[in-house]
């Protein structure tokens, strides 16, 4: 059923912005451009067009083996790329549009350029909420492989200035659609033969996936963490070494505080975890933009959204 309060503020932000149709020009003629989402923004390319994704590998100086995210319009674009099945119906019918990547066995010759599953059997999709992300897969009827907008390794972006300043004088062109809300990107869940599990926690929450679906998530071996390979140790980090749970800064660190403490700059006053997923990378962007030598950053409760941005700042920490 289609959200028509949804459509009307689509079709108001799309006809604020000037340079919407340049953008769509872009991507329709094998360009990259970095997009907002409701997670973070996307270095956008069309998915069927390999030299189109091979520059944003490219741009990002990201590792061929580290596949993309194919972005779709609705569950009819995702049924014509993957083996669809009851269990994607189910999750895709609760949380899309939204915060969800769906890894599912890819359908032969779905046009998919190959670059972008980085050879696995697999594809990733999801299907973005964001107005402008919809308006450009409406307009363009592409289906978009975009990962984060940041150079690889590096923290996301959840600003047009964040990608900017990520690509450090050779940014992509952006779409300016402000900051986006909720500010961690997607969780990615892998559907199984028997069942699902989460590869990377996001804004839906396993314990969210698990009401939906009825039935717990399969254990995580090693094979989830082969089968994401983004999700390397070192990764989201700052350029700035960044030290974990700390209750209170060191000489010369940024402190990153969380509840009724004092801090450089606070994920949320009233401890809130939704809030503070929403501005953990704003505040990571700000701490390395700061004097400080390096950053520090309170402990954060390991729950709902809190298990996601655990998960990001343990990688934040880990130096290469
Ligand atoms: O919220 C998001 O997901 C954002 C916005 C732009 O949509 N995108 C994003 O993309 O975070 P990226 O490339 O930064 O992270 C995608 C993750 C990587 O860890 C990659 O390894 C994993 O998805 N991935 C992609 N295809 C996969 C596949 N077939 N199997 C397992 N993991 C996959
Ligand atoms: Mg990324």
Same mark, same amino acid.
Request: aromatic share 4%; glycine share 8%; with cysteine.
């Given at each position: 059923?289609?959200?028509?309060?949804?459509?009307?503020?689509?079709?108001?932000?799309?006809?604020?912005?000037?340079?919407?149709?340049?953008?769509?020009?872009?991507?329709?003629?094998?360009?990259?451009?970095?997009?907002?989402?409701?997670?973070?923004?996307?270095?956008?390319?069309?998915?069927?067009?390999?030299?189109?994704?091979?520059?944003?590998?490219?741009?990002?100086?990201?590792?061929?083996?580290?596949?993309?995210?194919?972005?779709?319009?609705?569950?009819?674009?995702?049924?014509?790329?993957?083996?669809?099945?009851?269990?994607?119906?189910?999750?895709?019918?609760?949380?899309?549009?939204?915060?969800?990547?769906?890894?599912?066995?890819?359908?032969?010759?779905?046009?998919?350029?190959?670059?972008?599953?980085?050879?696995?059997?697999?594809?990733?999709?999801?299907?973005?909420?964001?107005?402008?992300?919809?308006?450009?897969?409406?307009?363009?009827?592409?289906?978009?492989?975009?990962?984060?907008?940041?150079?690889?390794?590096?923290?996301?972006?959840?600003?047009?200035?964040?990608?900017?300043?990520?690509?450090?004088?050779?940014?992509?062109?952006?779409?300016?659609?402000?900051?986006?809300?909720?500010?961690?990107?997607?969780?990615?869940?892998?559907?199984?033969?028997?069942?699902?599990?989460?590869?990377?926690?996001?804004?839906?929450?396993?314990?969210?996936?698990?009401?939906?679906?009825?039935?717990?998530?399969?254990?995580?071996?090693?094979?989830?963490?082969?089968?994401?390979?983004?999700?390397?140790?070192?990764?989201?980090?700052?350029?700035?070494?960044? $030290? /974990?749970?700390?209750?209170?800064? &060191?000489? #010369? !660190?940024?402190?990153?505080?969380?509840? =009724?403490?004092? *801090?450089?700059? +606070?994920?949320?006053?009233?401890?809130?975890?939704?809030?503070?997923?929403? $501005? /953990?990378?704003?505040?990571?962007? &700000?701490? #390395? !933009?700061?004097?400080?030598?390096?950053? =520090?950053?309170? *402990?954060?409760? +390991?729950?709902?959204?809190?298990?996601?941005?655990?998960?990001?700042?343990? $990688?934040?920490?880990?130096?290469?």
């Amino acid at each position: 059923m289609p959200d028509l309060k949804r459509t009307k503020i689509e079709k108001e932000s799309v006809s604020g912005l000037v340079d919407f149709d340049a953008i769509c020009a872009l991507l329709l003629s094998g360009e990259i451009a970095a997009i907002p989402t409701e997670t973070v923004y996307g270095l956008a390319a069309d998915s069927a067009d390999g030299d189109a994704v091979a520059k944003i590998y490219a741009a990002k100086g990201r590792p061929s083996f580290n596949p993309l995210i194919v972005h779709i319009a609705d569950k009819t674009a995702a049924q014509k790329l993957v083996h669809w099945n009851d269990r994607a119906d189910k999750l895709a019918g609760a949380f899309w549009p939204g915060a969800m990547t769906l890894v599912m066995d890819a359908k032969k010759n779905n046009g998919i350029a190959s670059i972008v599953s980085a050879g696995l059997p697999t594809l990733a999709i999801r299907c973005p909420a964001h107005p402008i992300m919809r308006a450009v897969l409406a307009q363009t009827g592409l289906n978009l492989a975009a990962p984060s907008a940041n150079r690889s390794g590096h923290i996301s972006a959840t600003s047009a200035q964040h990608v900017r300043n990520s690509f450090d004088g050779h940014a992509p062109p952006i779409l300016d659609g402000g900051i986006c809300d909720q500010g961690l990107e997607s969780t990615i869940i892998a559907l199984r033969p028997n069942g699902w599990q989460i590869l990377r926690p996001g804004p839906i929450t396993s314990a969210m996936v698990k009401d939906y679906m009825g039935e717990e998530a399969l254990p995580l071996d090693d094979e989830g963490s082969i089968e994401a390979p983004g999700q390397m140790s070192s990764h989201y980090a700052p350029d700035k070494p960044l $030290r /974990l749970l700390a209750d209170a800064p &060191k000489n #010369d !660190e940024f402190y990153i505080g969380f509840g =009724a403490v004092e *801090s450089d700059f +606070n994920l949320s006053q009233n401890g809130d975890l939704v809030e503070a997923a929403a $501005r /953990l990378f704003l505040a990571l962007h &700000k701490a #390395d !933009e700061s004097n400080a030598a390096a950053i =520090a950053i309170a *402990s954060i409760p +390991n729950q709902s959204i809190g298990v996601a941005i655990n998960d990001r700042l343990k $990688r934040a920490a880990v130096r290469i």
